[in-house]
């Protein structure tokens, strides 16, 4: 069994790392993998699960780097929330699209060369 400091540790760990997150974020993020969940019917179950995690995670990492930009004139998006939906909901769609473009290339130089 743990010690009573031992848990006293955890607790208060996981109660700074509770403080430190951006609940709006979170949330865009949240709502921008589920997005990517229901949108993706192609895919198996478990691909999605694992793809729309990664979506969650990357979108509220990427927010605050789409918060402050501006693209074409359009921008910035101030809110946290929104950010990380944008970002969450299309972080995953756009890496791969750029893996299957990538393939596509590599593939056909394979096909005229020889």
């Known amino acids: 069994m743990a010690e009573p400091s031992t848990a006293g ?28 969940f229901i949108a993706n019917a192609e895919l198996s179950i478990p691909s999605r699960i694992a ?3 990664v979506s969650v995670v ?12 501006t693209v074409f004139g359009v921008g910035p998006i101030d809110l946290p929330g929104p950010a990380a939906f944008v970002a969450s909901s299309s ?6 699209a750029a893996i299957k473009a990538r393939r596509a290339a590599v593939t056909n ?6």
């Open 9 to 36: 540790v955890v607790v208060a760990g996981a109660i700074g790392a509770g403080l430190m997150i951006n609940g709006e974020a979170a949330i865009g993020a949240l709502c921008g993998g589920c997005v990517y």
């Open 51 to 53: 793809l729309s995690l």
């Open 58 to 69: 990357m979108g509220y990492m990427a927010a605050p780097m789409l918060a402050g930009m």
């Open 91 to 96: 972080v995953v769609t756009a890496t791969l």
């Open 109 to 114: 130089k394979g096909e005229t060369d020889g």
